[in-house]
């Protein structure tokens, strides 16, 4: 017998899994090599009264996740929207949410950018100054203190499998337990001597907002490997750019020193952000390296 459910907690090798009737189960898959994400769905087969074997994995719409030259790390299966969480402090690096942005892109996942802390208001207008160019290519951009009021993201996050993304330190486990007061999501204060994050979330786990909703929070991280990603996965990442494929003199144009480049005229000619062309360039670069 093997019942259906869906992945609600990744430890390693070590699964929670909610099957369709509403039971968890300790679940590890039969073989040494993990494929699994959370929110993947599955079929188990019962071992004893809350343990199983991963039977069977069912097909997946999307799957988030992250590389480099090594390794890969799994984030998240199925999610229909990424939720890019980034606060006034600490300091959030902008070249990490380009790079989630294209992994969002090419799974083409719907975007939230979440500022948060805003009650910070001697930090406010830095940030958003920061978030200025990702407004302005249609990236939806909510400001909120998760910490007083988390109610406006609720409305973005009906009928969808959202996955939190972000920076350590951002104040995700604090928009999850505002959002879901029971969930016990951990949190930890700041360090400020670094300027940085301490890591509270350890592995991803989903929590049901209702029938139809869920939230996946995931690890903070510090970077966002795109090593899966072809040159062209990456250009087509960036929305600003997409009027230009194909219109460049050579066609295996890298966008660099080339001449007759339509993205370095957009750029000369201002319609492109100088610091997301800086971006695009250090990602690229590094399919070099």
């Known amino acids: 017998?093997?019942?259906?459910?869906?992945?609600?907690?990744?430890?390693?090798?070590?699964?929670?899994?909610?099957?369709?009737?509403?039971?968890?189960?300790?679940?590890?898959?039969?073989?040494?090599?993990?494929?699994?994400?959370?929110g993947d769905r599955v079929r188990i087969e019962p071992a004893s009264e809350d343990q199983a074997r991963i039977a069977d994995h069912l097909p997946r719409s999307s799957l988030l996740y992250r590389s480099d030259e090594w390794k890969q790390?799994?984030?998240?299966?199925?999610?229909?929207?990424?939720?890019?969480?980034?606060?006034?402090?600490?300091?959030?690096?902008?070249?990490?949410?380009?790079?989630?942005?294209?992994?969002?892109?090419?799974?083409?996942?719907?975007?939230?950018?979440?500022?948060?802390?805003?009650?910070?208001a001697d930090r406010l207008p830095a940030a958003r100054a920061q978030l200025a160019s990702f407004a302005a290519l249609g990236y939806r951009v909510l400001e909120l203190s998760a910490r007083e009021d988390a109610a406006p993201l609720r409305p973005l996050l009906a009928d969808q499998l959202s996955v939190l993304v972000g920076q350590s330190g951002m104040g995700k486990s604090t928009l999850v337990n505002a959002l879901i007061p029971d969930a016990g999501a951990a949190t930890r204060e700041i360090s400020t001597a670094l300027d940085s994050g301490k890591h509270t979330t350890t592995h991803a786990r989903l929590y049901r907002l209702d029938a139809a909703s869920a939230i996946i929070d995931s690890p903070g991280l510090q970077e966002f490997g795109l090593a899966h990603l072809s040159f062209g996965d990456i250009e087509d990442?960036?929305?600003?750019?997409?009027?230009?494929?194909?219109?460049?003199?050579?066609?295996?144009?890298?966008?660099?020193?080339?001449?007759?480049?339509?993205?370095?005229?957009?750029?000369?000619?201002?319609?492109?952000?100088?610091?997301?062309?800086?971006?695009?360039?250090?990602?690229?670069?590094?399919?070099?390296?």
């Open 237 to 289: 990442g960036f929305p600003e750019f997409r009027q230009t494929l194909g219109r460049c003199r050579f066609h295996d144009c890298r966008h660099a020193a080339e001449p007759g480049c339509a993205v370095k005229t957009l750029l000369e000619a201002g319609a492109i952000d100088g610091r997301r062309y800086e971006h695009f360039r250090a990602i690229t670069n590094r399919l070099n390296a």
């Open 1 to 38: 017998m093997t019942l259906a459910g869906s992945i609600v907690a990744a430890f390693g090798r070590h699964y929670e899994v909610e099957t369709d009737d509403g039971r968890r189960w300790q679940a590890m898959p039969r073989g040494k090599r993990s494929i699994y994400a959370c």
């Open 73 to 120: 790390k799994l984030i998240a299966a199925n999610a229909t929207q990424v939720v890019l969480v980034v606060a006034t402090e600490p300091a959030f690096s902008t070249e990490l949410l380009s790079r989630a942005l294209v992994a969002a892109e090419h799974d083409r996942l719907r975007v939230v950018i979440v500022l948060n802390k805003c009650d910070l």
